[in-house]
C-alpha cells in the first residue's frame, strides 16, 4: 500500500474483492474503489491463441509463416533460471528498438522484476519457453499457471528485427498452456500504452479481468 494525503491509503484490487467491499455497508464507509482502466487484464481462450483460427487470425498465421520460412533453422526450448542472462539481452535490445534508453525508469523496473523472478524461478514456480534462430535466443516468455483453468504471461520480449517472432513466442507459450489443460490465458494489463493496448486487442480477448483502485480512509 501506498501512503496518500489526507491520512487514506491505496491499494489495487481484482474485481472480487472490490465488490464486496462496494456491497458491504461497513465497507462503503471506510473505502472508495474506482475501476483502474489501465490496470484491466486480457484474458484469452488458451486454445485461440495457440491454433490462430479463421480470418480474424490471417495476419497472425502470416506472420508465423513468414518467420518460419526466414529462419528454418528456429526452435523452441524451455527456459529455467539460467537463461537470465539472455532475457536481459532481449528485453534491453527490444528497448533499443523502441528508441528507449536502458535509463529510462520504465526498463529499470523491468530489468527489476526479470531479475526477482530469474533469482526466485523455482519458489515462484515459473516455467518460459526460449525461441532461438540457429542458436541465438530472438525471444523469449516467462508465465505460470495459476490454477487448473488459467495460465498468466509475466513477459514477453522479441527481436523486432526477426519478423514474427512475436508472433511465434505468442502461439508456441499458448500451445504448450494448452496442452497442459488450461483453458484460458492471462496477458495481463497494457499500462495506458496505445500500442500494447493494440496489440493485445489484435488477439481477440474474450474477457477484460478489472482492477480498481481502492482508498482507505483511516
Known amino acids: 500500500m501506498r501512503p496518500r494525503s489526507g491520512h487514506s491509503r491505496r491499494k489495487r ?41 479463421g480470418r480474424r487470425y490471417a495476419k497472425k498465421r502470416n506472420h508465423v509463416s513468414q ?54 524461478w523455482a519458489r515462484l514456480d515459473q516455467q518460459g519457453l526460449l525461441i532461438r534462430v540457429d542458436g541465438k535466443p530472438v525471444a523469449f516468455s516467462v508465465y505460470e499457471r495459476l490454477n487448473p483453468q488459467i495460465a498468466a504471461v509475466h ?11 512475436f508472433q511465434v513466442i505468442n502461439r508456441e507459450v499458448a500451445r504448450r498452456i494448452a496442452a497442459a489443460g488450461c483453458t484460458l490465458v492471462n496477458r495481463e494489463e497494457d499500462l495506458g500504452d496505445a ?3 493494440q496489440a493485445k486487442l489484435s488477439y481477440h480477448p474474450i474477457e477484460f479481468y478489472p482492477v480498481y483502485d481502492l482508498t482507505l480512509r483511516r
Open 13 to 53: 484490487l481484482t474485481r472480487p474483492l472490490a465488490a464486496r467491499a462496494a456491497s458491504d455497508p461497513s465497507r462503503r464507509l471506510r473505502a472508495t474503489a474506482a475501476w483502474n482502466s489501465t490496470g484491466a487484464n486480457y484474458v484469452y481462450l488458451a486454445r485461440d491463441l495457440a491454433d490462430l483460427p
Open 67 to 120: 518467420f518460419e520460412t526466414l529462419y528454418p533453422g528456429w526452435e523452441a526450448v524451455p527456459m529455467d533460471a539460467a537463461c537470465g542472462a539472455h532475457c536481459v539481452d532481449l528485453l534491453l535490445a527490444m528497448a533499443r528498438g523502441l528508441g528507449v534508453d536502458e535509463s529510462d525508469p520504465s526498463v529499470r523496473t523491468e530489468l527489476e522484476a526479470l531479475d526477482f523472478t530469474m533469482r526466485n
Open 155 to 165: 513477459f514477453e520480449k522479441a527481436r523486432r528485427t526477426y519478423k514474427g517472432s
Open 195 to 197: 500500442g500494447l493496448r
